[in-house]
């Protein structure tokens, strides 16, 4: 509470600041509803189903000069409860600059395949589950702490958008840093996404990379999607449970479909994906997994929003709730 105080002033004295030093927008999302999980007790030691929420503002100064630089400072304060946390966070910063086509932004940055949009079309439901291709462990934006230091370069030339993306040692003690690129085209019937991340860690750890690429095409108000991840663990720790075969590594592609149709106020959407390896030590005992959703438009910025899936480990994840965004 007393973040979001101290944010909410910072926001306001800025706003009213004469003469205004720099453009402040706040923006954001709330959740509010239902949350299940099969196992969950197994697992956590908590409830299958839980009341869960989520809070979450986001604030960004800019700058402009007479030659055209744009500097831009922005971050995140989520609030939220549900299976896995219970917490307030102010999450690390990012700082850059924009010139004409090209951003360039440092700190607590996504890596180049996040900074993508088709990349999260598969999910369904309010946690935004399901249909991942990519299961290699990338350092990516941290919406609950300082994340990792990197650099993230995007070039934008209407409907292409190129990034870059260089990141040290974050999520995982291990590593020596990742790079990351990846190009998109949505312009069109027909879009397309591709990406590659590579991940170097110390002797005796391996690395890690991994490449996706997504696809859509939209006719009248179904979207057709297809996403094909291909992950390789140079030690095998992607399918650990191969080095007691004496097998050192394990390529693992992982291919989804989903379809997504549009009925009016009602958006309803689905997903099937398929592995071809099983990490045993994660829990997984199958290759496949699918799940649906949807929502339903309650107004601009609001919606009822539903969703079921099932993963690699035969759990069954679900929920349901309003969601409004301003």
Known sequence: MKQLISLAAIATSVAFAQPAAAEVTLNGYAFTGLYYEKNANARYGEKETQLFQRLQFGIKAEKKTDNGLTFFGSLLLRSETDNKHNSSTLNGAQVGLKYGPFTLAVGNVSDAIHSLKLFYDSQVGLCACGGNTLTVPYIKYDFY????????????????????????????????GEGSIS????????????????????????????????????????????????????????????????????????????????????????????????????????????????????????????????????????????????
């Open 145 to 176: 702490t300082g994340g990792a230091n990197g650099i993230l370069v995007t070039y934008n030339l209407g409907k292409f958008t190129a990034n870059a993306a260089w990141e040290s040692n974050g999520d995982s003690t291990a590593a020596k």
């Open 183 to 326: 190009v998109s085209y949505t312009g069109g019937p027909l879009k397309f996404e591709l990406g590659y991340v590579h991940q170097s860690r110390y002797t005796g750890h391996g690395g890690y990379s991994g490449e996706t690429f997504v696809t859509e095409y939209a006719q009248g108000k179904t979207t057709f999607g297809l996403a094909i991840g291909y992950n390789k663990s140079d030690a095998g720790l992607l399918n650990r449970d191969n080095l007691a075969k004496g097998q050192p590594g394990l390529d693992k592609t992982i291919a989804t479909i989903y379809v997504i149709r549009k009925f009016n106020a009602m958006t309803l959407q689905a997903f099937y994906s398929q592995s071809t390896g099983i990490d045993t030590l994660s829990g997984e005992v199958r290759k496949t997994s699918y799940g649906a959703g949807g929502s339903y438009d309650l107004g601009p910025g609001a919606s009822f929003v539903f969703g079921a899936h099932t993963d690699r480990t035969k759990d069954v994840i679900g929920d349901l709730g309003l969601k409004f965004s301003f």
